[in-house]
């Protein structure tokens, strides 16, 4: 009998021991689950909050764009190129009393948001019709066709989206493409 109870004993020493490894690892495991879930919330929110700031990017870009046609860009600008601006039309200074063409028209083909470390590169492909001097054309039915693209770095500078470089390209006139869709 004796030797039965120290069996049983053995038995349930073992039996202790086996229950409280799988009770470690099942708190182990949980632990782990708890710490993935969490790492996977902080992932979905900083993924929502780029891509609110994407939309926001990408909303400002196109103000941006027409406002740059419309000669208000420098409203966009970052302090820092604000002046680098200023200092270049200073230096390339022209006369004032340039008649000058307005945008008639803007067609945006493509606007593409990259998220850099802490900025936003952004390339635009979009269409202008511009106008001609006070309206006039030299020939009736003459309109200034565009295909420009623009790549436009945004930043967060006290708060607020600003550009802190802009290129702006023209890719083909707008006369090219229509002798080549007319032939």
């Known amino acids: 009998m004796e030797n039965r109870l120290k069996l049983v004993n053995i038995l349930l020493i073992i039996l202790v021991v086996a229950l409280s490894l799988v009770l470690f690892n099942v708190v182990a495991a949980n632990q782990d689950l708890k710490q993935t879930n969490a790492d996977f919330s902080n992932d979905v929110e900083q993924t929502k909050a780029t891509q609110t700031e994407e939309k926001e990017v990408f909303t400002q870009t196109e103000q941006f764009l027409t406002d740059t046609l419309k000669g208000g860009s420098i409203d966009y600008f970052t302090k820092r190129y604000r002046k680098e601006v200023e200092q270049t039309l200073s230096e390339n200074e022209t006369s004032q009393d340039v008649d000058v063409s307005e945008m008639k028209d803007l067609e945006i083909y493509n606007i593409s948001v990259r ?28 309109q200034p066709l565009l295909i420009l693209m623009s790549t436009i770095t945004w930043i967060n500078e006290d708060g607020e989206l600003k550009v802190d470089a802009h290129d702006l390209e023209p890719l083909v006139s707008g006369e090219q493409v229509i002798q080549e869709i007319s032939s």
Do not use: C, M, R, W
């Open 115 to 142: 998220k850099q470390d802490d900025s936003y590169k952004v390339y635009a492909l979009y269409k202008a019709t511009l106008t001609g001097i006070d309206d006039e054309f030299v020939n009736p039915g003459d």
